[in-house]
């Protein structure tokens, strides 16, 4: 972020986003945010949903919004 502003923009453009989703009742039970940051745990079965509603709601959003998930996350070392 470049200009002195761009935080303040940031923060104004998220709080309206998170505004839109909790209207809407999409709001994950887990959700984090530093300036324009995310950290969001929905229900994997409401990730679709969330993400598309996330890309409706920001449309000059150029390259979308994207989920990384994590699965199978147990551990690969061996007790021997």
Do not use: W
Not at 20 to 30: E, G, H, R, T
Not at 43 to 49: I, K, L, N, Q, Y
């Amino acid at each position: 972020m470049g200009s002195p502003l761009g935080p303040l923009m940031a923060n104004a453009l998220m709080c309206n986003i998170e505004e839109k989703l909790k209207n809407q009742n999409k709001m994950p039970a887990f959700y984090k945010r530093y300036v324009d940051d995310t950290l969001g745990m929905p229900d994997v079965s409401a990730v679709p949903g969330f993400l598309l509603t996330l890309n409706e709601i920001h449309q000059k959003n150029r390259n979308g919004y994207t989920v990384n998930a994590f699965t199978n996350l147990s551990s690969r070392h061996s007790d021997q």
